[in-house]
């Protein structure tokens, strides 16, 4: 508010100021716009941001987040940016016939950050539901400075009302399909089967899909993988303490569990091993993968080429009992059985999964030698 | 008495999964009638638009009564529009009492106001499904153009009017920084 120059500065002749707030995902986002008419048609001149979503990790983030909000807000302000039915087919087909926000629809932006400590909150969407209210509400102000009395309909009202009319002909026509149509369907019944297995497949993760699928080009790509092995895209290192590892780690979790079912075993190992081809030297597993057929995978996988890589794995649970436990005695355990499935006889980098809070820290560090 | 009728505009919804199915279902497909090769799905922009999921359409109805200071009295508010979880795996966590939660969010949170709120959820053959921020895309230009014209109509300066709402349930400096002084503080901050 302060920052947008509201109720203190004067805007030039045509424009008006136009505020909206909302809350979504635990954050809050405000707008004082300022636009104008031209030519019939709404400008967006310039968009001042509140943003309080608690403490912004990447300030920068934020900003993106929001003004790629706002544009989105702006499209869906813009005379011809809606869907329409007609006969059961949707009426537009490409940018032709469909608006969307170009760059000379763009208008200044400052995003201006609450400062807090607090955990953050939600930054993805909460931009976008607060624009097109700040808009609307700017040209109803612009129209009535206008003042020129029934001679200017307000043109906010106009795009509500040309909103309106084409919602109701669409819904008309809507129901229109559902009467008559029952066996033409809106869309074409393969996808129709489609579509409900994406709705269910939508919850499943693509992560463990995405490293089975960069398998793939095992033997398709082979030649361009090795040029670039040769080239100047060495694969850097850095030093970890002292150890040596590539610049790029894998974390293996994924191919195993957490994200949707685990990948095919063979290929799980094709992706690893193809990983170190290209240069990756450090691979991150943990007992609780799985729980434990994450170890045994990258045990497996690394086992021709131990020598030359780096593995990290984690203790901390109590995968019998349940929660967790760091007690000493029970890193002696776990470790052996990490070796096992390792087929290994060291762990290059040991972690502690999560601490322990039934340990004071020094009573394990102090044992923990392995 | 005030009368207003406002509706939001509906859109294409991404949804990139069913691209996803299909190229495997088509992969498969292929596999089994013995092509061993690598299988390229392409949905052209047309396709994508004319083939995909969509925004569902809301209608909303208000009948807001309020004094001449612009406080409250009434508010009789009539939501139209498709559920978008209701037939999916989301319905159970979204859906209570025949009412899809993501059509609602948002309406009742922003101002502590004397609500009524009836929801009506169409049958329709259109797929719908979420567009970025779900229900307030719709509820959030609804509430906040009504809230716009409720200072015009009262003569007042609307963020001074917002403010004064948010006010009446949390009486917070508008410009400090939320200590944790909760979401009407937060928005006053935003808003400052």
């Known amino acids: ?370 | 008495m005030c009368r207003w009728r406002a509706a939001a505009s509906a859109g294409v919804s991404r949804a990139r999964a069913t691209i996803v199915v299909e190229a495997c279902e088509i992969a498969k497909a292929a596999r089994a009638a013995g092509l061993n090769a690598p299988v390229r799905t392409l949905w052209s922009r047309e396709d994508d638009m004319r083939g995909g999921y969509y925004r569902p359409m809301h209608l909303h109805r208000a009948r807001i009564g309020f004094d001449e200071r612009g406080k409250v009295l009434a508010w009789d508010h009539v939501i139209v529009g498709q559920s978008i979880t209701t037939g999916s795996v989301f319905e159970q966590f979204q859906v209570k009492n025949g009412i899809d939660a993501t059509a609602t969010e948002g309406m009742r949170d922003p101002y502590p106001l004397p609500m009524r709120l009836t929801v009506h959820h169409p049958k329709l053959n259109v797929p719908v499904l979420w567009w970025r921020s779900v229900g307030s895309t719709h509820t959030a230009f609804v509430m906040e153009t009504l809230i716009d014209e409720i200072a015009r109509a009262t003569k007042q300066d609307p963020v001074a009017y917002r403010m004064r709402l948010f006010g009446d349930k949390h009486p917070a400096p508008p410009r400090r920084a939320a200590t944790g002084g909760g979401q009407e503080r937060l928005r006053q901050d935003a808003l400052a």
């Open chain 1, 1 to 370: 508010m302060d920052k947008s120059g509201y109720g203190k500065t004067r805007l030039p002749d045509g424009r008006a100021w136009g505020v909206a707030v909302h809350e979504s995902f635990d954050s809050v986002v405000a707008y004082v716009v300022e636009a104008s008419v031209k030519d019939g048609r709404p400008v967006l001149h310039r968009v001042t941001a509140g943003v309080h979503c608690n403490l912004a990790v990447n300030p920068r983030t934020v900003e993106a987040q929001v003004q790629g909000a706002a544009v989105m807000g702006l499209s869906m302000c813009l005379p011809g940016s809606a869907i329409t039915l007609k006969d059961g087919v949707v009426e537009q087909s490409n940018f032709g016939d469909f608006t969307v926000a170009r760059i000379t629809d763009m208008p200044e932006f400052d995003v201006h950050i609450v400062p807090s400590a607090e955990p953050p909150t939600g930054m993805g969407e909460p931009g976008l539901p607060p624009l097109a209210p700040a808009f609307a509400n700017a040209i109803a102000a612009a129209d009535r400075q206008a003042a020129a009395p029934a001679a200017v309909q307000s043109d906010v009202s106009r795009v509500i009302e040309y909103r309106a009319s084409k919602r109701r002909a669409a819904m008309e026509k809507k129901k229109h399909v559902t009467a008559a149509q029952t066996k033409n369907r809106v869309r074409p019944s393969r996808r129709d089967l489609l579509a409900k297995i994406a709705l269910v497949g939508a919850v499943f993760p693509f992560g463990s899909l995405s490293w089975a699928a960069s398998a793939q080009p095992n033997n398709t790509n082979n030649q361009s993988d090795n040029g670039s092995r040769a080239g100047d895209n060495k694969m850097k290192t850095r030093k970890l303490g002292k150890l040596e590892v590539s610049e790029f780690g894998s974390g293996c979790m994924s191919i195993s569990a957490n994200y949707g079912p685990p990948a095919d075993r063979s290929q799980g190992i094709t992706v690893i091993r193809s990983a170190n081809e290209k240069g990756v030297t450090f691979f991150d597993t943990a007992e609780v993968y799985g729980p434990y057929t994450n170890e045994d995978l990258v045990g497996e996988a690394l086992a021709p080429i131990r020598n030359q890589v780096v593995i990290a794995s984690k203790f901390g649970f109590d995968l019998e009992a349940g929660g967790l436990n760091s007690r000493p005695e029970h890193i002696r355990k776990v470790v052996e059985a990490s070796l096992r499935r390792l087929k290994t006889d060291r762990i290059d980098l040991y972690y502690q999964h999560r601490v322990d809070p039934k340990l004071r820290s020094k009573t394990w560090l102090a044992r923990s030698k392995i």
